[in-house]
């Protein structure tokens, strides 16, 4: 069975979320965003009306689904699972990049808005944050964790994960991400039943 082409529009939004994870979302405009999918310009205003704020909320929904589809696979399979497929599929975006890619979730999260309201792209990556800990949670609870610690521990993960991919790129190297999941393998390991 052969893969589904991408719309242009889920196109412009793959396209945003590789310049954000790359630039950050204040270092990237809207034009950069449409040259990078190659896609025109006007499109892009066709889909994203709203302009940059809008497209920036649909990058980082995107990521954050794609991560969550990848997670909710592969903790079938447990915990363990679920941790070693989040950091492989971060070790492949940083390694294939050359170092130059993270998450544009995180890229979002950190950048200080333009306003003092609470942007949209802000509070997708916030929900983005809390799926990925509540995948992450279940499974640990699924498999003997007192619910209490597996909600902790999934934001130690999501958030030592993601601190990390930051390491990588600075070090030019996946060394962070090894040490990382050793560290956190031997902490779920503690905490489950199986």
């Avoid at 719309?7 to 979320?17: K, P, S």
């Avoid at 205003?45 to 689904?65: I, N």
């Avoid at 619910?147 to 600075?170: D, K, P, S, W």
């Amino acid at each position: 069975m052969t893969k589904p082409t991408p719309t242009a529009r889920e196109r412009i939004v793959a396209g945003a979320a590789d310049m954000i994870s790359r630039r950050g979302l204040n270092a990237t405009s809207i034009r950069e965003m449409a040259k990078h999918a190659r896609a025109p310009l006007g499109s892009t205003y066709h889909y994203f009306p709203e302009g940059k704020q809008q497209l920036a909320t649909e990058a980082v929904r995107y990521t954050g689904e794609w991560v969550a589809r990848a997670l909710r696979k592969e903790l079938e399979a447990g915990p363990v699972a679920g941790l070693r497929a989040f950091l492989a599929l971060w070790r492949k975006i940083v390694v294939d990049s050359d170092f130059r890619a993270g998450c544009p979730v995180l890229a979002v999260s950190i950048e200080e808005p333009a306003t003092d309201e609470t942007p949209a792209a802000l509070t997708a990556a916030a929900d983005v944050f809390t799926e990925w800990e509540r995948l992450l949670a279940a499974s640990l609870h699924e498999h003997g964790t007192e619910r209490e610690q597996a909600a902790q521990l999934a934001t130690l993960i999501v958030a030592a994960v993601e601190g990390t991919v930051a390491m990588c790129r600075a070090k030019r190297s996946t060394q962070p991400l090894d040490d990382t999941a050793e560290q956190l393998q031997a902490l779920i390991l503690a905490t489950i039943k199986d």
